[in-house]
T-cell receptor, first 115, second 111 residues
Framework: DGGITQSPKYLFRKEGQNVTLSCEQN?????MYWYRQDPGQGLRLIYY???????QKGDIAEGYSVSREKKESFPLTVTSAQKNPTAFYLC??????????????FGPGTRLLVL | DQQVKQNSPSLSVQEGRISILNCDYT??????FLWYKKYPAEGPTFLIS?????DKNEDGRFTVFLNKSAKHLSLHIVPSQPGDSAVYFC??????????FGKGTRLHILP
């Protein structure tokens, strides 16, 4: 079945540690996105990538890094510089632009908890 | 099994008229609902939310209505403007803050 997978479902981090959240898609989508969701707020864009080996900062990129070495994969690293990393992280991918309907497909999310 | 459904893939509305985007959900335990707007090659932008204890929330040209008995919500945009042409996503948030998105409806505002 095609879709987006994120792992792990829950992730615990000690203060000062870097952690990497996985996002894989087999939908052959060019574009991939990382969002953060905090209680009572909407999604905020962290990073996005329109094509392999290229990515741009979103609204809240500080303290995060990404890579896009393969079309299928867009891992997000939460670095120790991120002051408030506890949140729910959503990965998404979308069909190429110019289509009749650009649908964004979301993964199940990873909840990151800082201990 | 889709918990959040947007049954209309696209909608065309004349500029100046009212746009109504619909969304149905199956889980009565959702805590609140969100509407997002998305332009091509960009991430979704948060538009408006509504708590499950409300039946209406208004913000400028955007109003969201929630009918809990019907498990239905709708986004009204009035008057519709050319810049409103985009894909609109309905989303539901669970009590443990997971977001479940609909597949989106593309709104075309006609001149």
């Amino acid at each position: 079945d095609g879709g987006i997978t994120q792992s792990p479902k829950y992730l615990f981090r000690k203060e000062g540690q870097n952690v990497t959240l996985s996002c894989e898609q087999n939908l052959n989508h060019d574009a991939m996105y990382w969002y953060r969701q905090d209680p009572g707020q909407g999604l905020r864009l962290i990073y996005y990538s329109q094509i392999v080996n290229d990515f741009q900062k979103g609204d809240i990129a500080e303290g995060y890094s990404v890579s896009r070495e393969k079309k299928e994969s867009f891992p997000l690293t939460v670095t120790s510089a991120q002051k408030n990393p506890t949140a729910f992280y959503l990965c998404a991918s979308s069909t190429p632009t110019g289509g009749l309907q650009e649908t964004q497909y979301f993964g199940p999310g990873t909840r990151l908890l800082v201990l | 099994d889709q918990q959040v459904k947007q049954n209309s893939p696209s909608l065309s509305v004349q500029e100046g008229r009212i746009s109504i985007l619909n969304c149905d959900y199956t889980n009565s335990m959702f805590d609140y609902f969100l509407w997002y707007k998305k332009y091509p090659a960009e991430g979704p932008t948060f538009l408006i939310s509504i708590s499950s204890i409300k039946d209406k929330n208004e913000d400028g040209r955007f109003t969201v209505f929630l009918n809990k008995s019907a498990k239905h919500l709708s986004l009204h945009i009035v008057p519709s403007q050319p810049g409103d042409s985009a894909v609109y996503f309905c989303a539901a948030v669970t009590r443990d803050d997971k977001i479940i998105f609909g597949k989106g409806t593309r709104l075309h505002i006609l001149p």
